[in-house]
């Protein structure tokens, strides 16, 4: 499928160019965007890859990794039927989830990108993607929000007077989107178009899980805690209970009388509004947000502790892990060049603005803002494109009107879809995508759906 659409996306941008009289940026955009693929995603890449690549060697060799999900061991089950219980590959998509949900996309893509190795292992036909590998980039590409912090963010630059209002809507509409996501990737895969076929593959071509999995996938039985460890790992998660509480609970004058510690060592995206008290905010929200603060450091602190706690060589192992980085980021370019060239060709033709034309007069009758067009169009797209767009919008309608709210959920309830696949199987070579695009493309549209009906029932 994916096939079909960079051919249409690209055809369509030389036909509408040249139908406009905008080759000029078409070509301007081919080129902007080969360059934005290598200088400024892949490369960068590279460090954020070696940094939880490393973290989850770890992980892996303090056992922490199996555990994990042995205690999820039945919703993964049901989810990925493929996969075996104790497999790599389980823990590795929990830690990403779990990092989607909160909004860490910096530690969300690497783990997704660990993921997805340890899913090529069982991969039995190189370069066509598995039922297990479509329905985890559904997930991701429909992952629940528990805080859209970019959303907030950017209403929060532009005064909103609640910037967290789009929290609860952008939740419920992910729990739509996500729901949609896996029920069409469970749907499709058994189409006859997306089905795999048994197949014979050539005896040096074929790939068994034997054959890819790294040594580190079966690690060696790392030593039990002492006592003192124990003693060491409850301290520290102390430590993080207590700050986390301390964010969450502490009254007003606390909050106040420390706002500008609070300001040097949190981010601005979760802080307050100005003028607005930390305290003012609901409970729920703050432990989210708090939550979201505090989540990467822990891991970064805890996962060294506790592979140190049981013996692991935590130096070396991060070393070794860390290794795989450079070469994950270097797999991904040729995909990204591909999908982000026919992006931009496509916008600089004006394939955006000519389906916003087209559209506009059917989506208009059935209660959609026109406003809203280009955003949605966009969001599969391209992040920044869509960032950019969504200040845009905020900045001339206002960030509390009806419709920014309305984009605010739509912004943090949807995912940058192509990107994702792109980085996702490319990072495996993976080229047949089967039904990926479709069932990512699907819970993309129930998002956006459900986002405006939700915030229509809430705001309207």
Not at 429 to 444: E, K, N, Q, S, Y
Request: hydrophobic share 55%; aromatic share 8%; proline share 7%.
């Amino acid at each position: 499928m994916l096939n079909y659409l960079w051919l249409g996306l690209v055809a369509l941008a030389v036909l509408i160019g040249g139908v406009t009289g905008r080759l000029a940026e078409v070509t301007s955009g081919a080129f902007q965007m080969a360059d934005t693929a290598v200088m400024k995603i892949a490369l960068p890449l590279a460090g954020i890859m070696a940094l939880w690549l490393g973290v989850m060697r770890l992980a892996e060799r303090s056992g922490l990794v199996q555990q994990l999900a042995r205690a999820l061991r039945a919703p993964m089950r049901w989810l990925f039927p493929e996969v075996p219980a104790d497999h790599p590959a389980m823990g590795s998509m929990l830690m990403n989830m779990a990092a989607n949900m909160l909004g860490l996309a910096n530690a969300a893509t690497p783990l997704g990108l660990r993921a997805m190795r340890d899913l090529e292992t069982l991969n039995r036909i190189p370069g066509t993607a598995t039922n297990a590998m479509c329905t985890f980039l559904a997930i991701n590409t429909s992952s629940i929000q528990l805080l859209p912090t970019t959303a907030i963010a950017i209403l929060a630059t532009q005064h909103a007077q609640d910037p967290a209002a789009i929290v609860g809507t952008a939740l419920l509409a992910t729990i739509c989107s996500t729901v949609a996501g896996v029920a069409a990737v469970k749907w499709l895969q058994s189409w006859p178009g997306f089905r795999i076929r048994p197949e014979s593959v050539p005896a040096a071509a074929a790939t068994t899980e034997a054959a890819l999995a790294p040594e580190s996938e079966v690690p060696a039985e790392p030593a039990p805690l002492t006592p003192w460890g124990r003693a060491a790992l409850a301290m520290l998660v102390g430590f993080f209970a207590a700050l986390f509480l301390w964010q969450v609970l502490a009254p007003a004058g606390f909050h106040a009388a420390t706002a500008g510690v609070h300001a040097r060592i949190f981010p601005a995206q979760v802080a307050p509004p100005a003028g607005e008290d930390a305290s003012a905010q609901p409970i729920a929200l703050r432990a989210i947000g708090t939550l979201s603060l505090l989540a990467v450091p822990g891991l970064l602190v805890f996962f060294p502790a506790y592979a140190a706690a049981r013996g692991v060589k935590v130096y070396e192992e991060f070393v070794e892990g860390a290794k795989e980085g450079f070469g994950v980021a270097l797999r991904v370019i040729p995909f990204l060049v591909a999908i982000l060239v026919a992006i931009g060709m496509f916008r600089g033709a004006g394939g955006i603005e000519a389906m916003k034309s087209l559209l506009a007069p059917l989506l208009t009758p059935l209660g959609f803002p026109p406003d809203l067009l280009p955003l949605v169009l966009v969001r599969p797209l391209s992040g920044s494109a869509s960032t950019g767009l969504f200040t845009e919008l905020a900045q001339r309608l206002g960030p509390d009107s009806l419709t920014v709210r309305m984009a605010g959920t739509i912004f943090g309830s949807t995912e940058t879809t192509f990107y994702v696949i792109a980085v996702y199987f490319g990072s495996v070579a993976i080229r047949r995508t089967r039904h990926a695009v479709a069932a990512g493309l699907f819970a993309d549209f129930i998002g956006v759906v459900a986002s405006v009906i939700i915030c229509r029932l809430m705001f309207g």
